[in-house]
Every structure is written in C-alpha cells, then in structure tokens.
C-alpha cells in the first residue's frame, strides 16, 4: 500500500511558470524524497530532505517539509517544457533503533505537463 | 557500469508462463530493491538485498515471486506461473550504503516492463 498522497494528480502549465506540487504521508520519516520519471522509463532522484531539515534547494528546484503536518511541497520554478514527466515524493521511514536500510514508500504521484 | 542496467526492457509472457528479469547493480553497491510499478501508480516495494543477504521480502505479493542475489551483485526476480495481474514494470535501485547507515537517493534502473497476455 502506498503511504503518500499527492496533489494534484495532473499540472499543467506554461513555460516559465512555476510548478508546485504537494505531497502528504501518515508515519513518522527519516527523510523524503523526490523522483521524476518519464514515460517508459526509470526514477531519477532530485533531491532528498532530512527530517530536521525545513527547506532545501537544488537549482531550479525548491522542497519544504512540515512534519507537524506531515507533509512536502515541491516547487520547479521558470518551468521548461523538458520538465514534463511525473514526480513522485517517496518516504523513508524514521530509523529505529539504528535498524533502517531506507525502504521507500511512493506516492502515486503528479503529472506535470509543461506547454512550450 | 555507469548506471543500473535491466533486462530484458519488455517482456510478453503468456499466462503461465514463468519468467526471470535481471538487475546489474552499480559496482558495490550495498543495497538492492526490487519495486513493481502498476500503470499510472507509483512503485510499490517488493523485497530488499544487502549484498547477498534477503533481509525483507515482505512486498512480495505471493509465492511466485522469488528473487535472489547470490553473489552479491546482479539479481534476479523470478516470476513463475505468470498471471494478467503480474502486468507491471519492475524497477531496481541500488545504493551504496547499507542497514543503519542512513538512506540516501537511489540510482533506478529503466525498468522491465512485463505483459502477461
């Protein structure tokens, strides 16, 4: 079963705007992580937000977590139609007892189309 | 090799019929997963390797699924008596660092992705 929930399921945008997407999930995290996959192909890793951390940037890519609220944002700014994929948000789970090896848990999702 | 590599990249089975898919790892890496993909969701977990160690194969959906890693490098996830619901893409990712060593970003590979007809 999957743990996060992702909104919205679809984006789409103009070049240049941004893109934000959300992210929520249900237990506790060691940290988060965002992937984008595009069509028939794999995962590749964008960036990963520890679970003491509140924000954190990567280029063009911005991603705030509230673990209060347990949820993750993930924001692209001047978007290009090269970021058209899907982007996952993925959870690894909080390390217990030092006995964690980083099991991910998806989200199902948001598909971002970006209009040239 | 550079990146993790997977093969076959498609694979039409008849119902069934029993399958192998393999996963090259990047050169030591620790840690392998094995994730099934449905059309339109995201990866669900189906078992994990520490070097040749099968430490949790708790997402494996049934018997018929066996994945093994014996030298602690390539793997293969095997799939006997293949059903329509086995239509998926099965994704591998490697990582350097093992248990309690805290997780990083995964290196995916492109997936396989199978049809049972």
């Known amino acids: 079963s999957q743990q996060g929930e992702e909104d919205p399921q679809a984006l789409s945008i103009q070049e240049g705007e941004n893109a934000t997407m959300n992210c929520s999930y249900k237990?506790?995290?060691?940290?988060l992580q965002w992937y984008r996959q595009n069509s028939g192909r794999g995962l590749v890793h964008l960036i990963l937000?520890?679970?003491?951390?509140r924000e954190k940037h990567s280029g063009r890519l911005r991603v705030t977590l509230d673990t209060s609220k347990k949820s993750s944002s993930l924001l692209i700014t001047a978007s290009r139609a090269a970021d058209t994929a899907s982007y996952f948000c993925a959870t690894a789970p909080a390390n217990a007892g030092g006995t964690s090896y980083g099991k991910l848990t998806f989200g199902q999702g948001t598909i971002l189309t970006v209009h040239p | 090799g550079a990146g993790v590599s997977q093969s076959p990249r498609y694979k039409v089975a008849k119902r069934g019929q029993d399958v192998a898919l393999r996963c090259d790892p990047i050169s030591g890496h620790v840690s392998l997963f094995w994730y099934q993909q449905a059309l339109g969701q995201g990866p669900e977990f189906l078992t994990y390797f520490q070097n040749e160690a099968q430490l949790d194969k708790s997402g494996l959906p049934s018997d018929r699924f066996f994945a093994e890693r014996p030298e602690g490098s390539v793997s293969t996830l095997k799939i006997q008596r293949t059903q329509q619901e086995d239509s998926a893409v099965y994704l591998c990712?490697?990582?350097?660092?093992?248990?309690?060593?805290?997780?990083?970003?995964?290196?995916f590979g492109s997936g396989t992705r199978l049809t049972v007809v």
């Open positions: 990712a490697s990582s350097p660092t093992g248990r309690g060593k805290g997780p990083n970003g995964y290196t």
């Open positions: 937000i520890r679970s003491n951390e």
């Open positions: 237990t506790s995290i060691n940290n």
